[in-house]
């Protein structure tokens, strides 16, 4: 009996488990219009949002100060952490600006964000800093890849935007509409976001619709019962945009530069396959009229690779991983 009682006390005042934990991944991938590959290679552009290439994995010692301040006490808390290029290019065969045209840009960049979430939404709040000019390596990369298979040499590269730090501060919030009845297999993601910054000004809105077999939480860790898994998803986001620096050019002295629309689309569709911890990725993302004088639209493909990291012993002894039924 006495050691009921104490057994009773213990529990009583012992912290709770964690009942939940973000789910912590590895993801490296590409983005080129190369990779429409439903267009015949001849007839696949080469310009705009032409390059995009990144690595992200997800950490789990969060700052206590930062802890309280963003997840509190009753959420899931965890970092982001990522790096990558990216390049933007008008038409590559003059060797000089072109009226109208955007202007040449390299960014290399980090960015590191804090998210918090729970079965029913995520927050993240980041910094993305990088820089332009000849250290993005933009025109080193470009040129080597083109000369490597055989595609025509940009021309312009000498016109790029000048080397200029840049920041952006990014703030996101995810809710997961999931009726218990398809859970297992489809849900709708809707966000909404805003990003302030040298980098980018702007606010957006939108979502995503994923259904599937074995179908995963968006954010949180969990134990499917199928060892292969397949998603198919569909969604998309208007943004209101204040500033670009990819169009607007340089912050302090001149460059090239076009006038940026205002209000600007995107959508994307693509698949998901999935073995034990390991998912292939290949997304198609169609862009609206970017600036005024810029094409109607402007699409592009997206090749991913993503591992998902086993939890903690501790974590699963605890329950941390939500279990899908």
Known sequence: MRKSVIVVVLLAFAPPAQAQQLARTVRFSVDNDF????????????????????????????????????????????????????????????????????????????????????EGMERSIGLTAGVTGPPSLGERVQVAFHHTFGFRQPMGWKYQLATEPAFALEAEQSWRVAPEAVARFADFVPSVGVTVGTLRTAAKAGGRLRFGFGLDHPWLATRSRNPVTLQVFVGGHVEGVARDLFLDGNTFQNSVHVDGETFRSEWERGVRIGARRLTLEYAVVSQSREYRTGPAAHTYATLAVEWTMKLPDSSRRNGAALQLH
């Open 35 to 118: 990779f429409d590959f439903w267009i015949p290679t001849h007839g696949r552009r080469d310009n705009d949002y032409s390059q995009g290439m990144r690595v992200s994995w997800d950490g789990s010692g969060v700052p206590s100060a930062a802890r309280q301040l963003v997840c509190g006490n009753r959420f899931a808390c965890g970092l982001n952490f990522e790096v990558g290029q990216e390049m933007y290019t008008p038409e590559i065969s003059s060797p000089t600006p072109v009226p109208g045209e955007r202007p040449y840009a390299g960014w290399l960049y980090g960015r590191a964000a804090i998210r918090s979430a729970d």
